[in-house]
């Protein structure tokens, strides 16, 4: 690694001077990100699949673990290119966004297809807010700002979904009410009540 390093510095230095060398930085970045994501978008849906089918129906537990196992992925994968690379690049970003969007690639269609409780979506949105975004990402800083990203998105679908769910009871159960028999006999039933007692 400190090899490595040691020459990629001197490319890097280079660059600035000569588009040649910024070509090979480029390229060795590029190259580097390629085989990353290669070896591990494989583990990291393994390990999401996991997950899932040990948390079964608990999503919360499900969503912190899971942002969780990608945040420890994305800390690890930018120590990692930091002991190769001394200058962080646009293609780092785009490895830990790709990394980071496995998980919103699971999440989505789960929400959608399970998830229609108004308690439930808002404990996934405080989750979401506070667990990791604000206990993890915002206190992290540039090594999860691609994670952070991600986990903005989840929080603002998850916010569309509860007020989608808010406004679809309005209408089914609110405005579009029609009171039964019993419902209208409630002042008869609150005499009976009161005359039981």
């Known amino acids: 690694g400190p090899r490595i390093k040691a020459l990629m510095e001197q490319i890097e230095d280079r660059s600035d001077k000569n588009s040649e060398y910024l070509q090979v930085m480029q390229d060795c970045y590029t190259c580097y990100c390629y085989q990353r994501q290669t070896l591990i978008l494989p583990t990291i849906n393994n390990e999401i699949e996991r997950l899932y089918k040990m948390h079964g129906t608990d999503y919360c537990t499900f969503i912190r673990t899971s942002c969780m196992e ?35 690639d699971y999440f ?36 999860l700002e691609a994670f952070g990203l991600l986990a903005v998105q989840m929080l603002e ?41």
């Open 70 to 104: 990608l945040i420890r992925i994305c800390e690890d994968e930018y120590l990692l290119y930091h002991c190769f690379f001394s200058r962080s690049d646009l293609i780092l970003q785009g490895l830990l966004e790709s990394l980071s969007s496995q998980l919103y």
């Open 108 to 143: 989505r269609p789960m929400i959608i297809q399970h998830v229609h409780r108004f308690e439930l979506l808002a404990d996934i949105c405080s989750v979401l807010k506070n667990d990791i975004i604000e206990d993890q990402v915002n206190a992290k800083g540039k090594c």
């Open 157 to 197: 679908d998850e916010q569309e979904r509860l007020s989608y769910r808010t406004q679809a009871y309005i209408q089914s159960d609110i405005i579009n009410f029609a009171p039964s028999t019993g419902d209208l006999a409630y002042p008869e039933k609150l005499s009976e009540d009161l005359s039981n007692q």
